[in-house]
T-cell receptor, first 112, second 110 residues
Framework: DAGVIQSPRHEVTEMGQEVTLRCKPI?????LFWYRQTMMRGLELLIY????????DSGMPEDRFSAKMPNASFSTLKIQPSEPRDSAVYFC??????????FGSGTQLSVL | RKEVEQDPGPFNVPEGATVAFNCTYS??????FFWYRQDCRKEPKLLMS???SGNEDGRFTAQLNRASQYISLLIRDSKLSDSATYLC???????????FGTGTRLKVLA
């Protein structure tokens, strides 16, 4: 079985540019989560979807961040415009409702 | 107060030692609990779920204390390969939200 697939693995961009991170959840999982991890703040939940519907986006830091899940097999997290403080590892994870979470390999984002 | 709290460590222990980590949670409606392991520059991976009656998986034992709102992880006969960060995860009833602690770093020394 393929796990959660994220792309790109690494992204280096300049301040002000738009960044789009992509995620393909495990087939059959109906919950999808976006997390951000930094040394200072650990793993922070940004937003999660259940059956493609955003349930809670209270963790999204500001309006520059947006996430979509147009279908059960794809989600994007977009940052526009990006800032240096957005530099972090962004993880996507999926699960069946209330079951174990499985993570993708993450996207290392560096905003210069 | 954070929803899920862990001692960040590091815990430096010799090979073969027994080590225990605790994790406290603030929401009494929390229903499911997990321990994840994260290696440097890798994604978190499930180590074990935590059941009300406590559960064991080889050298690892997890316990839940609902009255005091904490979970624990015990590692016996620690190996060099156990060196990692251990993350406590709590799922609150009705929310679908998995909340992670900041992790406890373990270093097993030869």
């Amino acid at each position: 079985d393929a796990g959660v697939i994220q792309s790109p693995r690494h992204e280096v961009t300049e301040m002000g540019q738009e960044v789009t991170l992509r995620c393909k959840p495990i087939s059959g999982h109906n919950s999808l989560f976006w997390y951000r991890q930094t040394m200072m703040r650990g793993l922070e939940l940004l937003i999660y979807f259940n059956n493609n519907v955003p349930i809670d986006d209270s963790g999204m830091p500001e309006d520059r961040f947006s996430a979509k899940m147009p279908n059960a097999s794809f989600s994007t997290l977009k940052i526009q415009p990006s800032e240096p403080r957005d530099s972090a590892v962004y993880f996507c994870a999926s699960s069946r409702v209330n079951e174990k979470l499985f993570f993708g390999s993450g996207t290392q984002l560096s905003v210069l | 107060r954070k929803e899920v709290e862990q001692d960040p460590g590091p815990f430096n222990v010799p090979e073969g030692a027994t080590v225990a980590f605790n994790c406290t949670y603030s929401n009494s409606a929390s229903q499911s609990f997990f321990w994840y392991r994260q290696d440097c520059r890798k994604e978190p991976k499930l180590l074990m779920s935590v059941y009300s009656s406590g559960n064991e998986d080889g050298r690892f034992t997890a316990q839940l204390n609902r009255a005091s709102q904490y979970i624990s992880l015990l590692i016996r006969d620690s190996k060099l390969s156990d060196s990692a960060t251990y993350l406590c995860v709590v799922l609150t009833s009705g929310t679908y939200k998995y909340i992670f602690g900041t992790g406890t770093r373990l270093k097993v020394l030869a």
